[in-house]
């Protein structure tokens, strides 16, 4: 009879400079808690950042993480800021000398520290074990949840399980992915009755096979919340950008009863960006999937709830209230709105590229594409700095990488720091007043024809992989006849809706708008989807947190 597998225990990892302190700590908690967890320790915060990676691709799970506050290279706050980014359920012990206790006190709020211990700590049973016992108690009971895998069952050259994969990832749920012609995917899709006629299959961790799910009924069998608990809040936000996750954590922070409603991933283009090197406060940069992360997870730890693969169709003003509608005839209320629904790239009007799309032609950065992406020849289309941030990410591992902008350079609309980026990458070539004519291929992506602005002369290149950042459409259409918006499609807001003084057409108020009021009272705008936005992670942060201050202005007065 063969004995079943016992399941992998959880890990307490340790990591101090000084060897002597490092296997110290590591014995002690070894004594009490080794036939239980499973004790890993390091002598440095890379080292350690390592074995935490490792620890996450092998699918284990990390309860407590005790840090030395004083090593050289990355102090212990240092190391516990990335370590939440790899483990955010895990609970955080700082190490310390006594005359260090300050800052140690300071990185309860940085780095939402849950324990400080003071060095030494014998006896353990009274200083050291007590405080690990409450940490691991409340890991079990927190809202954390360790999960297993979905499976992914598809063709590799197909949109919808490229769009699959991408859902998955921006939403940060662990998943594996098995090509249908493959021994295993063949297994699995056997397993679920299935011919591999119909793809992706996604099967949940609990063995569920959902056959060409859409996004809601994939976000329903996962963990995403999608149905709200009430019908009446303080205040929604609508879009799970920068914009929008700002005002969830001002909102709810503040008090109000609020739900933020994404239609497909919270972070917006931001949180497709490999790597944010000008946002305030992140020196050597933050990756958008990280930066998201964080903001979901702040958002959600002071109360504002996430409903995710939600589509908002209609905005309905009754009395008092604002009632926003959903594509399955379902609505909820709340005193106030913000729109932070953010911009989508638009599309490449070239012959060729709609049957190509997920198949080779992406819109975005599509990262879970980029390891495919390796020894390859890759094109990129746009000049801002979203199409820059992709170029240095794929540069990594591709054979070369052609940066097309129609303009005579970048310098129009890309941050000079990534210019200069650009310029230093030996396998990246940028190819001013240069657009795509047609795209080629059977299945995928197989050639490009590129046509010269000026001249018209046009090239046949050999191309696997197309990545189009192109301009700004808002995803503004469902308010048309309640929103006032500009030719674009942009929200008007503001003085920008009184350019002559005088209030827009139907406001009844004895007062002008607010600085981000729409023509609707009580319905802000936030984010690139205003008119004259700045197109820019920290201002959009910002006017979210300002939309928040607005609205609590907006309600003690009505």
């Not at 305030?280 to 903001?295: E, H, I, K, W």
């Not at 920008?496 to 023509?519: A, F, S, V």
Request: with cysteine; charged share 20%; glycine share 10%.
């Amino acid at each position: 009879m063969t004995q079943a597998a016992s399941p992998a225990r959880t890990v307490i990892l340790t990591v101090d400079d000084d060897p002597g302190v490092s296997r110290a700590v590591a014995r002690d908690l070894r004594r009490r808690y080794g036939e239980e967890h499973r004790i890993v320790r390091a002598e440095s915060g890379d080292a350690a950042l390592d074995a935490l990676r490792e620890l996450k691709l092998r699918g284990d799970q990390v309860a407590v993480i005790l840090a030395d506050y004083r090593m050289p290279q990355m102090d212990g706050i240092e190391f516990l800021e990335q370590a939440i980014d790899v483990f955010p359920g895990a609970r955080r012990v700082l190490l310390t000398a006594y005359a260090d206790t300050n800052a140690a006190i300071d990185a309860i709020n940085v780095i939402d520290l849950d324990h400080y211990l003071l060095k030494p700590w014998d006896p353990p049973e009274e200083k050291l074990y007590p405080v690990v016992d409450d940490l691991l108690d409340a890991w079990r009971v927190s809202d954390y949840k360790p999960v297993g895998a979905c499976k992914v069952v598809g063709h590799r050259w197909s949109a919808r399980s490229s769009g699959v994969r991408e859902f998955l990832a921006r939403n940060q749920v662990p998943y594996r992915w098995y090509s249908s012609d493959t021994p295993e995917g063949e297994r699995l899709l056997k397993a679920a009755g299935q011919d591999g006629q119909r793809l992706p299959l996604v099967i949940t961790p609990e063995g569920t096979p959902l056959v060409e799910p859409d996004d809601h009924d994939i976000a329903a069998h996962v963990g995403l919340a999608t149905t709200p608990t009430s019908e009446f809040y303080d205040l929604v936000v609508i879009g799970g950008g920068p914009a929008g996750l700002g005002s969830a954590v001002y909102g709810a922070s503040e008090g109000l009863r609020t739900v933020l409603v994404e239609r497909s991933a919270t972070g917006g283009q931001a949180g497709q960006s490999s790597r944010i090197e000008n946002y305030l406060g992140f020196p050597d940069g933050v990756s958008g999937a990280q930066l998201t992360d964080r903001a979901r997870r702040q958002a959600a730890k002071f109360g504002a709830e996430i409903l995710t693969a939600r589509e908002v169709t209609g905005l309905e003003v009754t009395g008092a209230s604002r009632t926003i509608r959903f594509s399955d005839g379902s609505s909820i209320s709340a005193h106030a709105v913000i729109l932070a629904t953010g911009v989508s790239y638009r599309q490449l009007d070239a012959p060729g590229l709609d049957d190509l799309t997920g198949c080779g032609v992406f819109y975005g950065s599509a990262l879970t594409e980029a390891a495919a992406c390796q020894g390859h020849d890759v094109y990129i289309v746009g000049g801002a700095n979203s199409a820059g941030q992709a170029a240095m990410y794929l540069a990594r591992g591709a054979k070369s990488v052609t940066i097309l902008v129609r303009g005579a350079s970048l310098a129009a609309s890309m941050s000079h720091y990534l210019i200069e980026q650009i310029e230093n990458a030996p396998n990246i070539t940028v190819r001013p007043g240069t657009v795509v004519e047609s795209a080629h291929g059977g299945d995928h992506l197989e050639q490009l024809t590129l046509r010269d602005v000026e001249s018209g002369h046009t090239e046949l290149v050999d191309a696997q992989w197309l990545f189009v950042f192109i301009g700004a459409a808002p995803l503004t259409g469902w308010l048309d006849g309640t929103v006032l918006r500009d030719g674009r499609g942009f929200i008007m807001a503001g003085p920008d809706m009184t350019p002559d003084g005088q209030p827009p057409r139907g406001w009844e108020l004895d007062r002008p708008p607010y600085h981000l009021e729409t023509n609707v009272p009580g319905v802000f705008v936030a984010g690139d989807a205003r008119a004259e936005s700045a197109k820019r992670v920290a201002s959009a942060v910002g006017e979210g947190a300002m939309a928040v201050m607005l609205v609590h202005r907006y309600l003690e007065q009505s």
